[in-house]
């Protein structure tokens, strides 16, 4: 008959067969996992897309809207060339462990899923100990490389900001980032603040009547899966990635439903001119009630009834002779 302590140490044996069961599940699912709970289902599905021109690998001014940073493009057609600051030139991430995330995001998810493999092997900071100590072990590496990762982060941010090139411009437009010259809700146009307008190209409230209803009609055709409308509202570059959405959620069987648009609050960020296309770039807050349901049953799988809020950064582009048309989404951080 086995001794307490041979009983003793087969509970923990099998115990600790148990949480490295666990540790390896968890590894392999929780750099996924993080990157889907990053997504989002509406227009542009919570990715940087579409082209500013010459300014698309140099990052928008900040506005009252959008205070934060906003993330550099990671679906682009443009490709850095002259007058384009190179530096600028990564892709964009989505947060910390967002879609696009970069070598960052990336190194990130896969420390966690190299801490969590650890306990296979006994080894991090506590892999001599075994049961409950292994867990608080894991814990506490966990917390250290994100700590750790948050601070490369920062610094890597601050090391490669992007920094303004216009060398692509026309000679018109400002030789740095616009400053905000449109904030609040108070006197403005719908959701849009009026101040001094000082950009090198004047925006007219017409022009902000304009983004607005842009806003509300994308999401519409979005919803309505309309790629004709698009086409009409959007550029070529930015209907193609509208298609890419639209196809993936074809193949899951979902459809996604943005309704009750209303724009809280925009500011302009800059606008200019390049040869004879004109470019303006807002800050938009707006309520949505985003939904996907799915094909069939008409059940909400994702999302949900209850309104939120998003806060984007559009660009919007004209040529002579035609009205404004989305050029780009990005995302705020």
């Given amino acids: 008959m086995p001794g307490i302590w041979e009983t003793h140490m087969t509970f923990s044996l099998r115990s600790r067969n148990l949480f490295k069961m666990i540790a390896i599940v ?182 902000y009547e304009a983004f607005e209803r842009l806003l509300g009609e994308i999401q519409t055709a979005w919803s309505n899966e309309d790629v004709a409308k698009l086409h009409t509202l959007a550029t070529p570059e930015m209907v193609s990635y509208f298609e890419q959405d639209l196809a993936q959620n074809r193949a899951r069987n979902v459809v996604n439903k943005v309704t009750n648009v209303k724009l809280l609050q925009g500011d302009l960020a800059e606008a200019w001119r390049e040869s004879e296309t004109d470019y303006a770039t807002v800050a938009l807050r707006f309520a949505l009630t985003d939904k996907t349901i799915d094909r069939n049953t008409g059940a909400i799988v994702a999302g949900s009834e209850q309104p939120g809020e998003a806060t984007e950064i559009w660009t919007f582009a004209r040529r002579p002779g035609t009205g404004w048309e989305l050029s780009a989404i990005q995302q705020t951080n």
């Fill in 26 to 207: 968890l590894a392999l699912a929780l750099p996924t996992a993080l990157a889907i709970s990053s997504a989002d289902a509406r227009v542009g599905g919570g990715m940087s897309s579409g082209s500013r021109g010459s300014r698309t690998y140099s990052a928008p001014p900040s506005t009252t809207t959008a205070p934060g940073s906003t993330s550099q493009f990671n679906r682009t057609y443009t490709q850095p060339g002259a007058g384009m600051n190179s530096a600028a030139s990564a892709p964009a991430r989505g947060g910390l462990f967002g879609r696009g995330g970069g070598f960052l995001g990336g190194l990130a998810a896969g420390f966690l899923g190299a801490g969590l493999l650890g306990m296979l092997f006994g080894g991090g900071l506590f892999g001599g100990l075994g049961g409950l100590s292994s867990i608080l072990g894991l814990i506490i590496q966990i917390a250290l490389v994100v700590l750790v990762v948050r601070l490369a982060m920062s610094w890597w941010q601050r090391r490669h900001a992007p920094r303004a090139a216009y060398a692509n411009a026309d000679a018109g437009a400002a030789p740095g980032p616009q400053t905000n010259y449109r904030s609040g809700l108070a006197g403005g146009l719908g959701g849009f603040g009026f101040g001094a307008n000082n950009a090198p190209l004047e925006i007219k409230p017409d022009d």
